[in-house]
Nanobody, 115 residues
Framework: QVQLVESGGGLVQSGGSLRLSCVASGSISRSSVMGWYRQTPGKERELVAT???????NYADSVKERFTISRDNTMNTVYLQMTSLKPVDTAVYYCYYRGFVTGYWGQGTQVTVSS
């Protein structure tokens, strides 16, 4: 089992910045993928960004050039630096962790961008 604890969500004005953090604990694999997904009411959860243990990153087109994902393998922590935020970025953001087989989700953190 892996537990994920997210922090850093909140309310920000359009054009502002926020940084999300997610700490993983429990049965951590040496090789893993961590990332962030987001979801709004009535829509499916969508990829925001992922990062492997080897620091290979992948971004949704909608957030490229605005969001940066990073991770600290020694601290089992993944970050999402969000800049130039837009109202369409408003969503619940979920941390994701996948080891060799199983994936885990955090409880979610609300990000609200006001216009």
């Amino acid at each position: 089992q892996v537990q994920l604890v997210e922090s850093g969500g909140g309310l920000v004005q359009s054009g502002g910045s926020l940084r999300l953090s997610c700490v993983a604990s429990g049965s951590i694999s040496r090789s893993s993928v961590m990332g962030w997904y987001r979801q709004t009411p009535g829509k499916e959860r969508e990829l925001v960004a992922t990062i492997t243990s080897g620091l290979r990153t992948n971004y949704a087109d909608s957030v490229k050039e605005r969001f940066t994902i990073s991770r600290d393998n020694t601290m089992n922590t993944v970050y999402l630096q969000m800049t130039s935020l837009k109202p369409v970025d408003t969503a619940v953001y979920y941390c994701y962790y996948r080891g060799f087989v199983t994936g885990y989700w955090g409880q979610g953190t609300q990000v609200t961008v006001s216009s």
